[in-house]
C-alpha cells in the first residue's frame, strides 16, 4: 500500500505454530478459539510477516522470521511451514537480499531476528550483505545475558555475528531512524521491546512487533504469557490503543495468520479490526 511517500509491503517467512494458552496469556480457552482455533496439540497458526518500507531511494526491512538456521528438531516442536518464505516474498516485490539498505529490529526474539544471518560458506554472516542492522541497545544486552524464562528465544547466532562483522548500528532511545521512520520501546513483552512507526502526508502505519501479534491482541487484556512484564503491556497498550483509533492508524500485525493490516475502530465501546487491503 502507497502512505504518502512510502510503499509499504507486508513479507512472508512463511508460517509457525505456538501454545494457544501462551499467545493468550489469562483469556480462558473457549474465548480464544473462537478467533484461533487450537491443533491437537493446542498449538494456533501464527504468520511471520516482516515489513518492506520503500522510498524512491531507499529499501528499508522491519524484522526478518525465523530464517533458515532452526534445527530440525526445533522446526518440528514449533510446525514451521516455510515452503514459501522471505527469500520467495522479496522476490515476489522484486527484490534479492542483496536490495535491503537497513534492517530495523522490534526485538531480537528468534521468530524475528533469526532471518538476520545465514550460513555462507559454513560460517554464520549478515543475510543482507549491503544493509546496516538498526537494533536497540538495550535489547542487545539482554538478548546477550538471557535468563531462564527468556533463554528460549534468544540465540546470539542471530544478532552477535552482525556486530562482529560491523554492520550494527545500535539505537539508544526513542525517536527518528529514517526519515519519517521512528522506533518507539513499548517494554512489556521484552523490557525493551519497540515498535516501528511510519509517517507521510498526513497518515501514520505502525508495526507493533509483539505488542499485539495479532489482530485478536487488540483488546487490552489479550496479552501474551511470553511477555516479561505484561502490565507494561497493558499500559503501553491502553495508551496506544486510544491514539491508533484516534489517528486511524494503519496497523500492521506480525502474526496474524490472515490479516496483515487493519484499522482498529470503535463502536459502542467495542473494538475491531477493519482489514486493509495491502
Ligand atoms: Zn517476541
Known amino acids: 500500500m502507497r502512505l504518502g511517500d512510502f510503499e509499504l509491503t507486508p513479507l512472508s517467512d512463511g508460517g509457525f505454530r505456538l501454545d494457544g494458552g501462551a499467545m493468550f496469556g489469562v483469556v480462558p480457552k473457549p474465548l480464544w478459539e473462537r478467533r484461533a482455533p487450537a491443533d491437537e496439540k493446542n498449538r494456533i497458526s501464527l504468520g511471520m510477516r516482516p515489513l518492506l518500507v520503500r522510498t524512491a531511494t531507499e529499501r528499508i526491512l522491519i524484522d526478518a522470521g525465523c530464517g533458515d538456521k ?19 516474498s522479496l522476490a515476489a516485490a522484486g527484490l534479492s ?24 560458506d559454513g560460517q554464520i554472516r549478515p543475510r ?3 544493509a546496516r542492522y538498526k537494533i536497540r541497545r538495550g535489547e542487545y544486552e539482554d538478548a546477550t545475558h538471557p535468563h531462564e524464562r527468556n533463554r528460549a528465544s534468544y540465540f546470539t547466532e542471530n544478532y552477535v555475528p552482525l556486530v562482529e562483522a560491523g554492520v550494527v548500528d545500535f539505537i539508544e532511545g526513542d525517536g527518528e531512524v529514517r526519515p519519517g521512520v ?8 521484552t523490557r ?6 511510519i509517517e507521510s502526508g498526513g497518515r501514520t502505519a505502525v508495526f507493533t512487533g509483539d505488542l499485539m501479534p495479532t489482530a485478536a491482541h487488540v483488546d487490552e ?3 501474551m504469557a511470553y511477555d516479561l512484564y505484561p502490565m507494561d503491556t497493558l499500559a503501553f497498550k491502553r495508551a496506544f490503543v486510544r491514539e491508533a483509533i484516534a489517528g486511524e492508524y494503519v496497523i500492521f500485525f506480525e502474526h496474524d495468520p490472515v490479516m496483515a493490516a487493519g484499522v482498529i475502530r470503535e463502536e459502542a465501546g467495542k473494538k475491531r479490526v477493519e482489514p486493509v487491503s495491502v
Open 70 to 88: 532452526m534445527s530440525a528438531k526445533d522446526a518440528g516442536i514449533y510446525g514451521f511451514d516455510r515452503a514459501l518464505n522471505l527469500e520467495h
Open 97 to 120: 537480499a542483496a536490495d535491503i539498505d537497513v534492517v530495523i529490529a522490534s526485538h531480537l526474539h528468534f521468530d524475528h531476528a533469526g532471518g538476520f544471518t545465514a550460513v555462507v
Open 128 to 130: 543482507f550483505p549491503n
Open 182 to 189: 521512528s522506533v518507539w520501546r513499548t517494554g512489556g513483552h
Open 192 to 197: 525493551h521491546h519497540q515498535l516501528i512507526k
Open 221 to 223: 487484556p489479550w496479552i
